[in-house]
């Protein structure tokens, strides 16, 4: 399993802008499809994000067009910006990450093997 650390979090008002990091203990970190998750007090944990190894990206429909994420390999650092905050993006951030495996092509698993602390963001009306 990797070690995963977030930081970043914080309290924002609605509009504003956040960004995320989490770093891995892997140096094979290149390798891995890496995804960031959040859970909302009461709620189930929910997908947000997910890059690939070859830096493919997708989205949840909640997100799209205001988070974007990114990785730098020679760091060990995955990232995610949060642009137009709104409440409802008030949860817990949690990094994942999961090596890839090759089937015609490079793929992301479905479930992932290791999870970060998370780091709380929170946005005000």
């Known amino acids: 399993q990797v070690q995963l650390v977030e930081s970043g979090g914080g309290s924002v008002q609605a509009g504003g802008s956040l960004t995320l990091s989490c770093t891995a203990s892997q140096y094979v970190f290149r390798t891995y499809c890496m995804a960031w998750f959040r859970q909302a007090p009461g709620e189930d944990r929910e997908w947000v994000t997910t890059?690939?190894?070859?830096?493919?990206?997708k989205f949840a429909d909640s997100v799209k067009g205001r988070f974007t994420i990114s990785r730098d390999n020679a760091k060990n650092t995955l990232y995610l910006q949060m642009n137009n905050l709104k409440p409802e993006d008030t949860a817990m951030y949690y990094c994942?990450?999961?090596?890839?495996?090759?089937?015609?092509?490079?793929?992301?698993?479905?479930?992932?093997?290791?999870w970060g602390q998370g780091t709380q963001v929170t946005v005000s009306s």
């Open positions: 890059i690939d190894s070859l830096d493919a990206t």
């Open positions: 994942a990450a999961s090596p890839r495996y090759y089937d015609a092509g490079y793929r992301c698993p479905r479930s992932w093997n290791s």
